[in-house]
């Protein structure tokens, strides 16, 4: 369990850090994530509790809102430091009305998954054995585990999943990873997991995941539930056909910009430099013409 | 370096930017957005107990520009649904 929550507290502070470095990119998911969970809040007849799962520092909740529609708030991670952020950055008579639990809200299969890996990886003799033991686990072939059943007190009139599905698995990976590595001084290939049937694990836990929150939600209370389904773009491994595809949308795209406002001071510096590293002598290339084009407009 | 997420373009032209490589990107090559979810939506998981009301919404997310730019993912198509439990 320890494990776990420390996986839960790194990864939550990267999150927290690309939140403030990417803001504007993320604005429109936190909009949309806000106004959806604001919708399904307007559903419930009876708001007297509603239970977060997985909301970390609920960036993309509103967790003022419903503190003030309803009488009970539970928010509920494995992140100790975000839930505090959480509370902390709520008005007093709000925070009153916020409880947090600091607890695995796969319904304890994140539990079961990390301690049997990790029990693994302290029994075996070799790096070897251990990836070869920790394969069928992660695969979901030998993981039959039905979890436990939450404390009763998450039950709520609202019942809240936003985005946290899907990544259930990620924190087992994580927390075995670091143990492996701990262990035997080497890592797991990158892929090792998902060559392994983690998307197949995932799958499972995602559809496990919709039954807890039923099992939550009381009798005409609502779910809000969200979470991401695909990926994009994903060609990396395509190689220069795709990456010379994304050179010419960049081009299209500067070429009908106005780069004045586009750019920002420290980015039209950037830019210019660019533009005159190593431009090469004799007659003036297609490549040097559209260089000095683009110098032009900035 | 890719220029973006360093706060070398402006915000929000940075955004219209990512969106447009990435848009151009799936428009090029069909299998640039890959399922996290089998069957890649969210409501094929929904159980009998729980059905959608009102309109769903999803939307892209662009998690990492740089990773979106590099071709490396890290963008999401989000599902999002308001459910209630079946009579």
Known sequence: MTRLFEIGAALGA?????????????????????????????????????????????????LEELARQFDHVSLIDI?????????????????????IHVADVSGGLATDLVGRALEVVEMANSAEQAAGDLAPLFGGREFEAGGSIP???????????????????????????????????GELED????????????????RRHGELL??????????????????????AEFGSEALSVVIDAVVRFLDQAYLKTLFTDAGKQVVTERFNQGLPGGRMSQAEQKRRYMRGRL | MTLVGENFIAPNR????????????????????????????????FPASLVPEGEPASWLWINDPEGAVTLEGYSYYVDAYVLRKSV
């Open chain 1, 214 to 235: 039923s099992s939550l939600v009381t009798d005409g209370g609502r779910v809000y539930w969200a979470d991401t389904v695909a990926e994009t773009p994903y060609l």
């Open chain 1, 14 to 62: 990267e999150h927290a850090q690309d939140r403030e470095r990417f803001r504007a990119h993320w604005d429109v998911h936190v909009r949309n994530s806000r106004r959806m969970i604001l919708e399904g809040a307007g559903r419930v007849a009876s708001p007297d509790s509603v239970t977060i799962l997985g909301g970390g520092s609920a960036w993309n909740i509103p």
């Open chain 1, 79 to 99: 992140d100790a430091d975000n839930l505090q952020k959480a509370i902390s950055a709520l008005p007093a008579e709000c925070r009153a009305k916020v409880e």
């Open chain 2, 14 to 45: 940075e955004v219209e930017f990512v969106t447009y490589i990435i848009k151009e990107a799936e428009r090029m090559f069909p299998n640039a957005r890959q399922p996290i979810l089998e069957g890649g939506k969210l409501s094929q998981y």
């Open chain 1, 191 to 206: 892929d090792f997991f998902l060559k392994n049937g983690s998307f197949r694990l995932r799958t499972d836990w995602v």
């Open chain 1, 151 to 185: 404390n009763s007190d998450w039950n709520a009139s609202y019942v809240i999943s936003s985005c946290v599905s899907s990544q259930l698995t990620i924190f087992p990976e994580k927390a075995v990873m670091k143990a492996f590595n701990e262990k035997f001084g």
